[in-house]
């Protein structure tokens, strides 16, 4: 069996890289920017016909939030007509495809975990494009499986762990908001997840439920407190000051609350989540072995 990774550069496709030495049926096919433009269908059409992956796992994403603001275009072409390509190129060749998105697709006012069911109103362009990625890949290919998640980090490449350790190492006072609520996700933990739904359906194809799942690590947290157990863990002794969003201007508006419900992927698949601080202690481990 195969499975492909576009994005396999960025965090979440490095990670699932690096644990597919424990799923040993499978070989790899690792695709980035430089060898497979997704936005371009003929050139997926091409690649995938030729390489006849089994799966196809979508890491590739435009996720620089502020600046799809003011790049729509980019963002479109990466977020949603690339998935699309991806989506119709599979459905002809009969491959299954896992698609990952974003807690951004949905506005950020609720007070209680969003689940599947709940309706995306997204409030940045970054959020728009990636809701229309998935909804142009369930037209395109309905049995596709999308997996939405939130504040992803790992040990690999920029995240807000690396930064808020690079910055409490170099300064004496960071400011960090406290009224932005979420769940951090260590990539680690949601590339396990991701090995564990190609896993189930590779034993029984009858086990393959489509449909759109939300992963994150369990529990709750702000901005804030996540930089405070950073520091904790990593052994700095900066002082980190809760403010509010408002005093941290962005060019794009952030969801103030994205704490995602990870009961359907846990019941479909039966899969365990870590909590976040006992992967954030894992992830900071890895760092300070680098």
Request: glycine share 6%; net charge negative.
């Amino acid at each position: 069996m195969k499975v492909m990774i576009t994005g396999a550069y960025g965090q979440l496709g490095t990670c699932l890289n690096e644990m597919s030495v424990s799923f040993s049926d499978f070989t790899m096919d690792l695709t980035d920017y430089d060898t497979l433009d997704i936005t371009d269908r003929d050139a997926v059409s091409k690649y995938l016909g030729n390489n006849r992956p089994d799966f196809v796992v979508n890491c590739a994403a435009y996720t620089a939030v502020d600046k799809a603001e003011n790049d729509r275009d980019s963002a479109h072409r990466l977020n949603a007509l690339g998935p699309e390509n991806l989506a119709v190129v599979c459905r002809q060749i009969g491959a299954r495809l896992v698609h990952i998105s974003t807690d951004y697709v949905f506005d950020g006012t609720a007070n209680t975990p969003y689940s599947e069911k709940d309706n995306p109103n997204p409030q940045s362009v970054y959020g728009q494009t990636k809701l229309e990625g998935e909804r142009l890949v369930l037209k395109q290919l309905p049995e596709s499986v999308i997996i939405r998640t939130s504040w992803l980090y790992s040990d690999h490449g920029n995240n807000f762990v690396k930064t808020m350790i690079r910055l409490g190492q170099e300064r004496e006072l960071l400011k960090v908001v406290f009224d932005q609520t979420g769940t951090p996700t260590y990539a680690r933990d949601l590339a396990m997840a991701i090995w564990q739904v190609i896993t189930v359906s590779m034993r029984n194809k009858a086990s393959w439920n489509p449909g759109i799942y939300h992963f994150s690590n369990l529990g709750v947290c702000s901005w804030y407190d996540f930089a405070v157990e950073i520091h904790k863990f990593a052994g700095i002794s900066c002082k980190v000051e809760p403010i509010l969003s408002s005093a941290f201007a962005t060019v794009a508006p952030r969801p103030s609350y994205s704490v995602l419900d990870k009961s359907k992927i846990h019941a479909t698949y039966g899969i365990d989540i870590p909590y976040w601080r006992d992967s954030l202690m894992k992830c900071i481990q890895l760092i300070q072995k680098q």
